[in-house]
């Protein structure tokens, strides 16, 4: 276990470069099982996730160089019809994914229930549903499910939710079955358009991607490619905040225009001052005003992922917010750690919260319950003056690449320990 001790009350001021989306590389190696040919993935963010799927895909047989580089060589020549590590799957939400380029070029697989944070019951039943639909048998038997197929087909899929990723488990496994499959209520993240893209590169032919509408012609096999990731947006609108709780000045590199929009919406009211240039932005505190409702939404709308943050943006802020995430009910759970620092929220229920301010933050020990809820943690301690150590720091080294050296390099006075 490590931990981040963390010493606040200093602006963050500086340059950064955005990694690449670790929700768009993931499906990105999973789809390179579905070639022989070899794949090569830039822009490659170092992450643990990206660590735990490299090594799940050696494990089924594909050969993987550079997976500490921002530069991924993936060839699955020698795929093996085998169970992926179990262990590895339960650390991994993102192991899902596994079953559609499985199913594709073995015709099988068992996987048992994956893992990931702990936000919430995240069932893969729009998954299993949707592959039944293209010829898939499922047997469950406890937390594995086998699944078996002689010959996919097209289908006429209609997800009941706008399911990021499975959308992309059946972009992936569509694209090699016989005949036309269409996905309506598709969902339209930029990390399910990063993995059309990189499909389409193969030789696959989809369209509509980045629509709810996506149409996929299968067709016999795919080839190799290069491909370059798409940056992360959550990281950008994870910068942003930074800067506005620290009164600091952030110029983020590699910032995609069009992924900003839907926070730029509710940054902009709630103060944060936003230049944007070519493919770059910078972000500086305004005058921090409330605002009203700030709910969660499939895209375009307020990502999910950047609930945690702007709660703590919203304690910073001068009036009442209330954050609505109806898609996860344990998002809001760490909250009482944000409490315990100074801030002023009252738990409505699982889904929703009332945050008053603004608020100073006092240091506090604590410890980080998932990904996003552990970078928030971070924001608060920098805001805070004095010392604070937050526990199970490699939760967040799951989707933030060398966080304390780039903060560091921003001005934060932040060490890890072991």
């Excluded at 490590?2 to 989306?21: Q, R």
């Excluded at 490619?225 to 110029?251: L, Q, Y």
């Excluded at 972000?283 to 307020?302: D, H, Q």
């Excluded at 315990?340 to 229920?349: F, L, P, T, Y």
Aim: with cysteine.
């Amino acid at each position: 276990m490590s931990s981040f001790i963390i010493n606040g009350g200093k602006p963050l001021i500086g340059a950064i470069t955005v990694s690449g989306n670790k929700n768009a590389v993931l499906p990105a190696m999973a789809a390179a099982l579905l070639t022989d040919k070899e794949v090569i993935l830039e822009n490659v963010p170092h992450i643990k996730d990206v660590e735990t799927m490299g090594v799940l895909l050696n494990g089924l047989g594909a050969k993987l160089t550079g997976l500490d580089t921002p530069v991924i060589k993936i060839t699955a020549k020698d795929l093996k019809p085998k169970e992926p590590d179990e262990k590895l799957v339960a650390d991994l939400r993102a192991s899902v994914l596994l079953l559609g380029p499985l199913l594709s070029r073995l015709g099988r697989t068992v996987i048992r229930h994956p893992g990931g944070d702990i936000i919430g019951r995240r069932s893969i039943d729009e998954h299993l549903k949707a592959l039944e639909k293209l010829g898939v048998k499922i047997e469950i038997e406890g937390i594995l499910n086998k699944l078996s197929v002689k010959k996919l087909h097209g289908a006429d899929i209609h997800l009941t939710e706008a399911s990021v990723t499975a959308t992309e488990n059946i972009m992936m496994a569509a694209v090699l079955a016989e005949g036309e499959t269409q996905i309506t209520n598709a969902a339209a993240e930029p990390h399910v358009q990063c993995l059309g893209r990189l499909l389409n590169k193969m030789g696959a032919k989809i369209e509509g991607v980045g629509t709810s509408r996506i149409s996929i012609q299968g067709v016999n096999s795919l080839r190799g490619c290069s491909h370059k990731v798409r940056t992360d947006h959550i990281e950008v609108g994870t910068w942003a905040i930074m800067a506005a709780v620290t009164g600091g000045e952030i110029n983020v590199h590699g910032v995609v225009k069009e992924d900003l929009l839907p926070m730029k919406a509710i940054f902009e009211p709630m103060g944060i001052v936003i230049k944007e240039f070519d493919s770059s932005a910078k972000f500086s505190r305004g005058t921090l005003t409330a605002y009203p409702a700030v709910k969660t939404n499939i895209w375009p709308g307020f990502p999910t992922d950047l609930m945690s943050p702007m709660i703590v943006l919203a304690t910073q802020c001068r009036g009442m917010t209330l954050a609505h995430d109806w898609m996860y009910e344990g998002r809001m759970f760490f909250v009482d750690r944000l409490i315990k620092m100074g801030a002023n929220i009252i738990v409505a229920d699982p889904h929703r919260i009332i945050v008053n301010g603004p608020t100073p933050f006092y240091p506090r020990h604590s410890s980080s319950p998932d990904i996003r809820a552990g970078v928030a943690l971070v924001i608060a301690s920098l805001a805070a003056n004095g010392e604070s150590v937050i526990d199970m720091a490699e939760i967040i080294d799951r989707g933030y690449e060398n966080l304390e050296q780039r903060l560091t390099g921003l001005g934060a006075d932040i060490k890890r320990i072991s």
